[in-house]
């Protein structure tokens, strides 16, 4: 049964996200002279953490709160959601970021553009702007992502009550780490709305094939090992 409630609430919870996350970006290249200093990444990495860890709690009860391709298609894959659902919230997530990426665009014209309106702009030089590297780094930190939301939000023993604040706080390390060196994805529909805004493609690929490879790897694994086992004693 195709449930819209639910696509609606990844569409919104999506939007937040790529509103918030990159404009978050746009403020610390205002704020510190383009430069990736300290300040900026901790703001980046607090303002994703929290909208991320908000929507949760906000929609987590509606449609789960994916947010993400990459974490609703190893929730296909798992069985946790249906292909026809799974590729409406898919599609949601999307639009969302695309009508948030434009969103920005109508407010912060100028100043967005200096930053490609937050999208991540591929491999850094601390990796020696290394492609497989980045592709990588994109697989590691999905994959943990996606394992916290296995064990927090799907799996039945999980202590109740914390799978924002735990899903949050792992965007919010990811992020920390991560933005320095490919930009901290871990979501295609983040990447895909701003780079169809900005219209920078460079390195785009890495950011859906990361993703959806690390989150396909940690769904399974975690489904496999530990939440058929809790779901069985159910």
């Given at each position: 049964?195709v449930d819209l409630r639910a696509w609606?609430?990844?569409?919104?919870?999506?939007?937040?996200?790529?509103?918030?996350?990159?404009?978050?970006?746009?403020?610390?290249?205002?704020?510190?002279?383009?430069?990736?200093?300290?300040?900026?990444?901790?703001?980046?990495?607090?303002?994703?953490?929290?909208?991320?860890?908000?929507?949760?709690?906000?929609?987590?009860?509606?449609?789960?709160?994916?947010?993400?391709?990459?974490?609703?298609?190893?929730?296909?894959?798992?069985?946790?959601?249906?292909?026809?659902?799974?590729?409406?919230?898919?599609?949601?997530?999307?639009?969302?970021?695309?009508?948030?990426?434009?969103?920005l665009v109508a407010i912060l014209p100028?100043?967005?553009?200096?930053?490609?309106?937050?999208?991540?702009?591929?491999?850094?030089?601390?990796?020696?702007?290394?492609?497989?590297?980045?592709?990588?780094?994109?697989?590691?930190?999905?994959?943990?992502?996606?394992?916290?939301?296995?064990?927090?939000?799907?799996?039945?023993?999980?202590?109740?009550?914390?799978?924002?604040?735990?899903?949050?706080?792992?965007?919010?390390?990811?992020?920390?780490?991560?933005?320095?060196?490919?930009?901290?994805?871990?979501?295609?529909?983040?990447?895909?709305?701003?780079?169809?805004?900005?219209?920078?493609?460079?390195?785009?690929?890495?950011?859906?094939?990361?993703?959806?490879?690390?989150?396909?790897?940690?769904?399974?694994?975690?489904?496999?090992?530990?939440?058929?086992?809790?779901?069985?004693?159910?």
């Amino acid at each position: 049964m195709v449930d819209l409630r639910a696509w609606l609430a990844e569409g919104i919870s999506t939007y937040a996200l790529v509103f918030f996350g990159p404009l978050a970006v746009i403020l610390s290249a205002a704020a510190f002279a383009d430069t990736l200093s300290l300040e900026g990444i901790l703001l980046i990495s607090f303002a994703h953490g929290a909208v991320i860890g908000l929507m949760v709690y906000a929609f987590g009860h509606i449609s789960g709160a994916h947010i993400n391709p990459a974490v609703t298609i190893p929730m296909i894959l798992t069985k946790k959601i249906d292909v026809k659902n799974g590729a409406g919230y898919i599609m949601s997530q999307l639009v969302g970021g695309i009508v948030a990426a434009f969103t920005l665009v109508a407010i912060l014209p100028e100043l967005g553009a200096k930053v490609n309106f937050g999208t991540q702009g591929g491999p850094s030089d601390l990796i020696n702007n290394s492609v497989s590297s980045g592709l990588f780094l994109e697989m590691i930190f999905t994959f943990f992502l996606v394992l916290v939301i296995f064990m927090t939000a799907v799996h039945k023993k999980a202590a109740a009550g914390w799978a924002g604040f735990s899903i949050g706080g792992m965007i919010f390390l990811l992020h920390l780490v991560g933005v320095p060196l490919t930009g901290a994805s871990m979501n295609p529909a983040r990447t895909f709305g701003t780079a169809l805004a900005s219209g920078f493609w460079e390195f785009h690929w890495i950011y859906w094939v990361g993703p959806i490879v690390g989150g396909i790897i940690a769904g399974l694994i975690m489904d496999y090992v530990y939440v058929k086992k809790a779901e069985a004693e159910f």
